[in-house]
């Protein structure tokens, strides 16, 4: 397969100098879009969504018909792997995903085995390939996975909102229990992510969105060292170009020396650190993916631009090693025409930084 006609994503991923500050957002394709509010009514549901290869293609693409965009992102959900495990995965109205049986028994968690992605997980693999057809090469598409712990912390709670009670006592009372949970996490994840990168995948991202609540040695007993075993089994060269990979850990400022030394060519910061302060403490080993608080999509277009400049400024004079994208993903309540001025400063205001 042919690299991407806009390569600048890549390319800033793996620090290579690139004209502009490339873009793109998590949760790009999502309810703030009334084109993707259509498309997931006629799915039916926002599983369905995800199970139609055909569907996911087209919602994909939604966002990129509308900005300019520098990455595709695979229309999915982290939690297809547990719900592939047999856990029953659902969405209830207003009350995030759920699980009909959530992981609690020791039976069950000995029970536990890696999906096969060729198997319960193929709609996935079909949705790359597909959305891998319909860009044309003209911007890559990332692949993602959840990381172990974010996804234990789902499949053990069984819902959103409980402080995390079960998993966190699970740490402390039976930590034999969650380790062999998360190390069939692991070994799901690397499976997956390599299915999806064999599919099409040009890049590929972690999203560790529960690593920073466990305490300092929590995090990296039951977070970071799950995160590494999976940096260490994927595959990094596909047709001649290098799969960059991406770890997103939510609250992560702690530990940013020891996530860039997880074997990850990128870290993704949440919009609690300053960027440039980051940058700082990683130096030139990864390269940096964010952090503009998604709050600001919010307020008025002046205040956009100015909080836009701003993360771009503190990044500092280079032309390289910076991604721009929001802290968390984008709110469903963002007007729809404040990402347009978002991208577009992102774009020009980096080009005029470079002196171009
Ligand atoms: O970034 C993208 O555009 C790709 C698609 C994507 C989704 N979820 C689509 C989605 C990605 C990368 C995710 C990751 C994901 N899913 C994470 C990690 C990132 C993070 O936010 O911290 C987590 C924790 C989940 C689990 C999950 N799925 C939650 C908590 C929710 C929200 C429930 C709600 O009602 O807001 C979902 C649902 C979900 N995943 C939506 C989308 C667009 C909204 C569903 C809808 O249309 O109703």
Redesign the pocket.
Known sequence: MNQPSNDTFLRALLRQPTDYTPVW???????YLPE??ET?RRAG??LQ??KSPALACEV?LQ?LARYRLDAA???????TVPDAMGLGLY?S?????RFERPLREEWAIRDLEVPDPDGPLRYVMDAVAEIRRALADAVPLIG?A?SPF?LAC?MVEGE?GSEFRHIKTMIYERPDLVHRILSVNAEAVTRYLNAQIESGAQAV?L?D??GGCLSDAAYREFSLAYIQRIMAGLIREKDGQRIPSIV?T?GGGLWLEDIAACGCDALGLDWTMDIGAARRRVGDRVALQGNLDPSVLLASPEAIVRETKAVLDSYGPSDTGHVFNLG??IS?LTPAEHVTVLVDTVHDYSRHLRGK
């Open positions: 957002l998590m949760r790009q394709a999502g309810r993707y509010c997931r549901s926002f969504l995800c994909t966002p992102i695979l229309f999915s959900d982290i939690l969405f109205e207003g009350e995030g995903p993602f959840g974010t789902y959103s991202m999203f969105s529960w997103f939510k968390h993903g469903r």
